[in-house]
């Protein structure tokens, strides 16, 4: 069974910085390429961003392109997302899920833990 924390959230000051991580297990986590994903409060959850297999290629949202950088370590079974430059609209429930490669907007699997980000103005 799959299963996907994510943590390292928690409330900065707009401008600041975070970084999350997203611990995987359940599956072999080099064979999938993953993606995270954000549940602002009141809306529809929304891609932010995906990493492949060998974490040498990154797709980001247009919303967090330049400021948002994702990597992976295979040998950590996790999934990182540095966050700069943070903005209030970045406020949301951080989660990361496999996606396929033709389709990164598509996660794969349940959802398990997210963590909150809270930017403040």
């Known amino acids: 069974q799959v299963q996907t924390v994510a943590s390292g959230g928690g409330s900065v000051q707009a401008g600041g910085s975070s970084r999350l991580s997203c611990v995987v297990s359940g599956r072999t986590f080099s064979q999938y390429v993953m993606g995270w994903f954000r549940r602002p409060p009141g809306k529809e959850g929304e891609f932010v961003g995906g990493i492949n297999r060998s974490g040498g290629r990154t797709y980001y949202a247009d919303s967090v392109k330049g400021r948002f950088t994702i990597s992976r370590d295979n040998a950590k079974n996790t999934v990182y997302l540095q966050m700069n430059s943070l903005k209030p609209e970045d406020t949301a429930v951080y989660s990361c899920?496999?996606?396929?490669?033709?389709?990164?907007?598509?996660?794969?699997?349940?959802w398990g833990q997210g963590t909150q980000v809270t930017v403040s103005s």
């Open positions: 899920n496999a996606v396929p490669e033709y389709s990164l907007k598509s996660p794969l699997w349940a």
